[in-house]
């Protein structure tokens, strides 16, 4: 079992403020999709950072993918699942399509573990995103993804991310990590004891 590390909502905050100016200056979302339910307090706080004065803020779109089920043991976060199952998905629907044609679009989760997930996301967003584009007769305008996390871990992953993706600076990482189970504020029973185990068991 991998060792388990604490992470606070302070240190959730300060790593999207490291990351916000990197991108701003270099990939200037006009829309954010989170992976639900570890990026949505990421992207929502990410769009704090990245609101430019007299702009709106960055609209938030929501996914939700599966890996990890709960197969009643307890512990569910421990079960790795080895397929992704959508729980929520984009309104497919021309005219929200439509808005998200020729832009560019930063994927939020909060970490990289496999990359299973991840694959999944982009893989399955581009496809749908093409398909609107033939739809509406959009094939011409170039829609790039783009993908931020809190945390990658430093280990083989079972899942690929388009190559240029990886080489052209459209994935970023707050932070790496070793190959630990990190445990994140919002799934604290206890606060209070979360920090505390935090404080012992930080994230270095
Ligand atoms: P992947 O598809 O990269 O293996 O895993 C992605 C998902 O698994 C994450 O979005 C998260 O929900 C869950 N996960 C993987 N590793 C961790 C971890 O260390 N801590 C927590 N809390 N969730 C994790």
Redesign the pocket.
Same mark, same amino acid.
């Given at each position: 079992m991998?060792q388990k590390v604490y992470v606070t909502y302070n240190q959730v905050h300060k790593l999207c403020q490291a990351s916000a100016d990197k991108i701003l200056n270099t990939i200037q979302p006009n829309l954010m999709i989170a !992976?639900g339910g570890?990026?949505y307090v990421p992207a929502r706080i990410l769009r704090s950072f990245l609101k430019r004065a007299g702009e709106p803020n960055i609209p938030i779109q929501a996914i939700g993918l599966s +890996? @990890?089920e709960d197969l009643g043991r307890g512990d569910p $976060?421990e079960v790795?699942g080895t397929k992704?199952t959508r729980t929520q998905w984009l309104d497919l629907s021309a005219l929200e399509m439509a808005n998200l044609i020729g832009k560019n679009i930063l994927i939020v &989760? $909060?970490? &990289?573990? =496999?990359? =299973? =997930? +991840?694959e999944y996301a982009v893989r399955e967003l581009q496809k749908d995103l093409e398909a609107a584009q033939k739809q509406l007769g959009r094939e011409g305008e170039t829609t790039n993804f783009f993908v931020f996390v809190l945390?990658n871990?430093n280990k083989p992953k079972?899942?690929l991310l388009p190559e240029k993706m990886m080489e052209s600076g459209h994935y970023l990482a707050a932070l790496t990590t070793d190959d630990?189970? !990190?445990? @994140?504020p919002w $799934?604290a029973k206890d606060i209070d004891e979360h920090d505390k185990l935090a404080r012992e068991n930080p994230l270095v």
């Open positions: 991998p !992976i570890g990026g +890996l @990890y $976060e790795p992704v &989760d $909060e970490v &990289d573990d =496999t990359r =299973t =997930t +991840l945390h871990k079972k899942g630990v189970w !990190i445990c @994140y $799934e």
